[in-house]
C-alpha cells in the first residue's frame, strides 16, 4: 500500500530550465508534506515543506505547489543548476509526525 | 553542534550475527527516529522516540530488532540473528517537536551488509 508515489523514477533538464518534480499520495489525513533531497552516501537533506493548509509555498529557486483536490504536490526549481543533480524524495506526514516517503526521482541537470 | 551522528557508516557481518548502530541526536531534539532504506526505494520508518519512551513501532520492526534511548539523548538499534533481507541503510533522524516547517534532521545512515 503505497501511501505516496513519485511515478517518475528519473528526470534530465538542461541547466538554466525549469525543473518539475511530481508526487502523488493517497492519504487524506496527511498535514504536511515535505521535500528532501539526497546525494549518494549521504542522509536525506530537507529542503521545503508545505502545511495542507497552503497551495504554495517558495524558498529561493524552489516553489512547492500542493493540489489537494487532487492529491498532488510538485517540487519546481528555477533555475536549475549542475549541483541540484540528486534523488529528490517526496514525503507525508500525519498526526503521528512519522513520514511515509515516496520512490524518488533521480535529477540530472545537464550543463 | 555536528548535527546527527550516526556510527558506523559500514557495516557487513556474517548471516546469524548480532549487530548494534548508535545515533546521536541533535542535542536540543527531543524526537528520535529510525529508518530504513533499500536501494530504489525511499527511507521506511521504524520506530520513534520522544526523549525515552518508544512510542510508534512500525509492523517492519520484527522481534529480532530492538531500540533504545536511554536519558533520552543517543539511541541504539540492535539486530539479532542477522539476515540477508536485513541488508540496508539505516537511518536517523531527529526533531524538536511541534509542526514539521523544518523537516527531520537525518544522519548519514549506517550501511548494513549481511554476508
Known amino acids: 500500500d503505497q501511501q505516496v508515489k513519485q511515478n517518475s523514477p528519473s528526470l534530465s533538464v538542461q541547466e538554466g530550465r525549469i525543473s518539475i518534480l511530481n508526487c502523488d499520495y493517497t492519504?487524506?489525513?496527511?498535514?504536511?508534506f515535505l521535500w528532501y533531497k539526497k546525494y549518494p552516501a549521504e542522509g536525506p537533506t530537507f529542503l521545503i515543506s508545505?502545511?495542507?493548509?497552503?497551495d504554495k509555498n517558495e524558498d529561493g529557486r524552489f516553489t512547492v505547489f500542493l493540489n489537494k483536490s487532487a492529491k498532488h504536490l510538485s517540487l519546481h526549481i528555477v533555475p536549475s543548476q549542475p549541483g541540484d543533480s540528486a534523488v529528490y524524495f517526496c514525503?507525508?506526514?500525519?498526526?503521528?509526525?512519522?513520514?511515509?516517503f515516496g520512490s524518488g526521482t533521480q535529477l540530472t541537470v545537464l550543463p | 553542534d555536528t548535527g546527527v551522528s550516526q556510527n558506523p557508516r559500514h557495516k557487513i557481518t556474517k548471516r546469524g550475527q548480532n549487530v548494534t548502530f548508535r545515533c546521536d541526536p541533535i542535542?536540543?531534539?527531543?524526537?528520535l527516529y529510525w529508518y530504513r532504506q533499500t536501494l530504489g526505494q525511499g527511507p521506511e520508518f521504524l520506530t520513534y522516540?520522544?526523549?525515552?519512551?518508544?512510542?510508534?513501532k512500525s509492523r517492519l520492526l520484527s522481534d529480532r530488532f530492538s531500540a533504545e534511548r536511554p536519558k533520552g539523548s543517543f539511541s541504539t538499534l540492535e539486530i539479532q540473528r542477522t539476515e540477508q533481507g536485513d541488508s540496508a541503510m539505516y537511518l536517523c533522524?531527529?526533531?524538536?517537536?511541534?509542526?514539521?516547517?523544518?523537516?527531520?534532521?537525518f544522519g548519514s545512515g549506517t550501511r548494513l551488509t549481511v554476508v
Open positions: 508545505i502545511s495542507s493548509i497552503k
Open positions: 533522524a531527529s526533531s524538536s517537536t511541534g509542526p514539521l516547517n523544518y523537516g527531520y534532521t
Open positions: 522516540f520522544q526523549n525515552e519512551a518508544q512510542l510508534e
Open positions: 492519504n487524506s489525513m496527511f498535514d504536511y
Open positions: 514525503a507525508a506526514s500525519g498526526s503521528a509526525r512519522q513520514l511515509t
Open positions: 542535542s536540543e531534539h527531543n524526537r
